[in-house]
């Protein structure tokens, strides 16, 4: 957790400017922590991080583009100081990954007190702004973690979240989960539709203008949910096919697909949750991957694992992402199987 008074001072920082420029991860809890923040200002602009899984000096440009007065980076693991060093704005970075030492950053991440503290960055931004419950829920959940505020939401939308208990009954199985895959799912394909979808989100009344489709707005977005989620369904089709008898599971796709592997992980860790997962997608030479595990922690066995080979990852405990070439995934998957069994 951060301090009330380090909340106080990113709202303070968000109340003195003028023209924001927000980077924002693009998952769920990026999104969430965008939005929580963007609709208490209702000023600046927001860009998905799409060059994961670092935000450096080739998203420079975007500054002379916008102009901001203020740049605000949420849920993004690594800061690159080439690009701190070439914005000429004050920085606030609100993260949970890490930490990394970093210069002329306004740091806000509560691994640098508590090594172990996994608070959700929409969480923070949550107790920042203190509005959008339910975006400040879904971002929470989105991430694994219930949230103190989950009383206040069940009073407020009881038919959200049912009386489910765990974090992956409410993932998987309420209305509140639907909801992360509408957000989820709304971050994918070209960059000019995702920016459209979430220019809409920043607009919406309520959640049940997308769950029941109240309005023009609501209905686009959940009627792109269906789509995506066609293409979805599909992939999980073939996923769980490949049940194998040891403890980890991997399942890999074609790249003229979207990318969701973190998605497909998520929900298969919880089909499986004794197993390890591992799904990737393949693009170009590379291939791309999601982690997932319910106890094996994971970093230190994926650092292994890619020792020599060409790739990188990197994450929580419990999910990471990687990336390594095709050519060594066999090697990579023997190396992971032989440390997980
Ligand atoms: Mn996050």
Redesign the pocket.
């Known amino acids: 957790m951060l301090t009330q008074e380090q909340y106080q001072q990113i709202k303070e920082e968000l109340d003195n400017c003028k023209n924001p420029l927000y980077f924002f991860?693009d998952?769920p809890?990026?999104l969430s922590s965008f939005l929580l923040l963007y609709r208490y200002k209702r000023e600046g602009h927001g860009i998905v991080v799409k060059t994961h899984p670092k935000l450096d000096i080739r998203s420079v440009p975007r500054l002379e583009d916008y102009k901001p007065d203020k740049v605000f980076v949420l849920?993004v693991a690594n800061l690159e100081q080439d690009f701190i060093d070439n914005c000429p704005e004050t920085i606030i970075w609100i993260d949970?990954h890490g930490p990394y030492e970093r210069e002329d950053v306004k740091y806000f991440n509560p691994r640098l007190q508590k090594k172990d503290d996994n608070i959700?960055?929409t969480c923070m931004c949550y107790n920042v702004v203190k509005q959008d419950l339910w975006i400040a829920m879904l971002g929470c959940i989105a991430?694994y973690h219930l949230p103190d505020f989950i009383d206040k939401f069940k009073k407020e939308y009881p038919d959200l979240m049912n009386n489910k208990k765990s974090v992956a009954d409410i993932y998987f199985n309420t209305k509140l989960g639907e909801l992360i895959r509408v957000f989820s799912f709304s971050l994918k394909g070209k960059t000019n539709e995702v920016m459209k979808n979430v220019k809409i989100l920043t607009r919406i009344k309520s959640p049940y203008e997308i769950l029941n489709q109240e309005t023009p707005q609501g209905k686009f977005i959940f009627k792109r949910y269906q789509k995506m989620k066609k293409l979805y369904d599909e992939l999980m089709e073939e996923a769980v096919k490949s049940n194998p008898k040891d403890k980890l599971l991997v399942f890999t796709y074609d790249d003229n697909k979207m990318s969701f592997t973190s998605d497909l992980a998520n929900e298969l860790l919880y089909k499986h949750p004794d197993k390890i997962i591992l799904v990737g997608r393949k693009k170009d030479d590379d291939i791309r991957m999601s982690l997932r595990s319910t106890k094996t922690v994971i970093p230190q066995i994926l650092e292994k694992a890619l020792m020599g080979l060409e790739g990188y990852g990197g994450g929580h405990e419990l999910a990471c992402g990687a990336s390594i070439k095709q050519r060594d995934f066999k090697e990579f998957v023997e190396r992971m199987r032989e440390s997980v069994n």
């Open positions: 991860d998952d809890d990026g849920d949970h959700p960055t991430d």
